[in-house]
């Protein structure tokens, strides 16, 4: 005997709210480049850089949906899979123990660990209002299922979740051997956290190396909204800047990312931020060659 409830669709999950900051950047990425072909050319490589971070920041909610492919749960063969999207966690049935919670009270979500919560989803690691830490899946506003017997406490709540009692307590009766045991979900999340870190620092050096001798001593770093500089500094700390925040960010979303390493959302928050900072020190870069230039 075997359920299985899963959710992956985009609009179910996310609706379209998750797609309007890149549509915001976006827009003012037209606006300020017919802007600048009026008054200031030079506004144009921003309109270029606002453009490209929009693209980015579409790419987020994109990542999001494909981690949640397949979450839910599944009863097979005697073990229950729980796929929170940030991590997985499989219990034979003969382990567990269930009963209904509510949702007010000392079952109550306290604190999102690692996880995703977008209207009626909440998935991933929690805290509980009991101090007890709970692997979440809850889709829609049906009753909550607190199954106990792995590490963590599971919550479910989900369309099916009241035939779950009673099928884990029919396969609590079937023999399970280790060869039966699901594969866990391959460290997706951890491998692009890793990747885009290495990748990111690799070229911001080799962008670094490629304006050096471009460059002015004092290089503006921060510019207004007219295009016109106004924070500056040395050459030298310009040049190590973009590869030491590039290695920040990548050791940071390595860290994040080890707790639920199959979580493609998490890493790619990083992945995107990493690849806006590339663009941000390109644009950079291009501007002082320009002013330096006198064009």
């Known amino acids: 005997m075997g359920f299985h409830i899963g959710y992956g669709q985009t609009v179910d999950v996310l609706g379209v709210w998750a797609y309007i900051p890149c549509v915001i950047l976006l827009g003012l990425a037209v606006g300020s480049y017919v802007y600048a072909k009026r008054i200031n050319a030079r506004l144009k490589s921003m309109s270029l850089l606002l453009a490209l971070i929009g693209v980015v920041t579409l790419a987020l909610p994109v990542l999001l949906a494909l981690s949640l492919t397949d979450t839910g749960w599944s009863l097979t063969r005697g073990i229950l899979t729980v796929n929170t999207g940030s991590g997985t966690v499989m219990v034979p049935a003969r382990d567990v123990h269930s009963a209904w919670v509510s949702s007010r009270g000392p079952w109550g979500l306290s604190e999102r660990i690692n996880g995703t919560s977008a209207g009626?989803?909440?998935?991933?690691?929690?805290?509980?209002?009991?101090?007890?830490?709970?692997?979440?899946?809850?889709?829609?506003?049906?009753?909550?299922?607190?199954?106990?017997?792995?590490?963590?406490?599971?919550?479910?709540?989900?369309?099916?979740?009241?035939?779950?009692?009673?099928?884990?307590?029919?396969?609590?009766?079937?023999?399970?051997?280790?060869?039966?045991?699901?594969?866990?979900?391959?460290?997706?999340?951890?491998?692009?956290?890793?990747?885009?870190?290495?990748?990111?620092?690799?070229?911001?050096?080799?962008?670094?190396?490629?304006?050096?001798?471009?460059?002015?001593?004092?290089?503006?770093?921060?510019?207004?909204?007219?295009?016109?500089?106004?924070?500056?500094?040395?050459?030298?700390?310009?040049?190590?800047?973009g590869p030491s925040i590039s290695f920040g960010l990548g050791v940071l979303g390595i860290l994040v990312s080890l707790p639920a390493a199959s979580n493609i959302a998490t890493a790619g928050i990083f992945a995107a931020m990493e690849c806006v900072m590339v663009l941000v020190f390109w644009w950079m870069f291009r501007m002082n060659v320009h002013l330096s230039s006198g064009t």
């Open 120 to 241: 009626d989803l909440q998935a991933g690691h929690f805290l509980l209002n009991n101090n007890q830490h709970a692997m979440v899946f809850e889709y829609g506003h049906g009753p909550i299922l607190a199954v106990a017997g792995s590490s963590h406490v599971i919550l479910l709540s989900s369309p099916g979740i009241k035939s779950l009692p009673g099928a884990l307590h029919k396969a609590a009766a079937n023999f399970v051997n280790a060869s039966a045991m699901p594969v866990s979900p391959p460290p997706y999340g951890l491998d692009l956290s890793i990747g885009m870190g290495i990748l990111s620092v690799i070229i911001q050096g080799a962008m670094s190396r490629h304006f050096a001798s471009r460059l002015p001593k004092q290089v503006a770093i921060h510019f207004g909204l007219s295009g016109q500089p106004n924070g500056y500094s040395s050459k030298k700390v310009a040049l190590w800047l």
